[in-house]
């Protein structure tokens, strides 16, 4: 799919924040960013601080003007690193926490998706999704899109909604009311059709677990219509990519829960979907495999596709995702750009905000020390 043309400032598609204020970072060629790093540290540590006079408006001492001087040469010594970093690292402070923020890789890599997306067609459409069982509302007219090439997080309070919402969005839960289409496919209109373009991991995942992964990524495939050619090349290296080929001959049901979760994820990608619905998809998995699980995500949207996953991990979604959703009690509170959404705050501190959680902990003076309570 070919990128679009990067806008110069984010969309205005978020319903309570102002963009505006979201700072725009693009990553400069790792090399040039390192050079530039190393520099600027070796500047700061040798450049020795100003005396009072100078902040007093006084002459500066000959002391003051050397270390002017000092810091003029890395300019000029690699002026094009220099440049570079200084263009493409945030200098404004946040105008909430005052504190300057330096993103690491992965944010940058998800401003810029975020720009690029913005101009991408809309694959995942879901609109006044409800769902009530009996007197209990799940979901109320939640409403989103989804553009290619996007990484879009679900975040919520336990019982929020998420699963519901993503279920639906999946074919495995029937809405009460709305509609949600995938690349303009009704999802329950058409919901084989529908399905060859997801890729879906479903919360409490159960699995085929007296097969062996091999057998479980070889039925997934067949499933799918894929012939074995196809379906053995892909397992093999899915199960490379994972980290599973060592356990492709043993039964699933000897899996640990993260290399179950990791053997699901697989599963889900085998047909090559359009679009990957996840849920919870980094729950049990160790810091390594979730590293791992990152950068096969990562590259899945560089290659056009996209992603809509939930996660209670809202470190997780600001440091990888390029959008998020965040749902209350079964209702939309909050969607856009990650940097629009969390507006100049952590994406915690927002979320803290939009849930209001001002009464919790309260009426439990009951849990004080015994010192406290003679």
Known sequence: MPATPQSEEFPDNVDVVDSSAAPRVTEPPRTLKNRAARAAVQVETSAPAAPDS?????????????????????????????????????????????????????????????????????????????????????????SFEVHAGSLTGVVGPNGAGKTTVLSMITGLNRPSSGRISV???????????AKRVIGSLPDRLRLFDRLTGGQLLY????????????????????ATAFGLESALDRPVSDYSAGMQKKIGLACSMIHAPEVLVLDEPYETIDPVSASNVTEILEKYVAGGGSVIMSSHSLDLIQRICDHVVIIVDGSVVAQGTVDAVRDGVSLEERFKHLTNPDDEGKGLEWLRGSSDSE
Not at 97 to 112: K, Q
């Open 183 to 193: 690349h303009d496919i009704d999802v329950w209109g058409k919901g084989p059709a």
């Open 54 to 142: 100078a902040v007093q408006g006084e002459p500066a001492p000959a002391e003051s003007m050397q270390a002017e001087s000092v810091q003029s040469e890395p300019a000029q010594v690699a002026p094009a690193a220099t440049e570079t970093a200084n263009a493409e690292a945030p200098q404004a402070a946040s105008p909430r926490t005052g504190r300057i923020e330096v993103p690491v890789p992965s944010v940058v890599r998800a401003r810029e998706r975020a720009e690029i997306a913005a101009g991408n067609p809309v694959v995942l459409r879901a609109d006044s999704l409800t769902k009530s069982y009996g007197q209990v509302l799940a979901a109320a007219d939640v």
């Open 219 to 238: 039925y997934a495939g067949v499933l799918q219509g894929l012939d074995q050619a196809t379906v053995a090349k892909r397992a093999a290296e899915l």
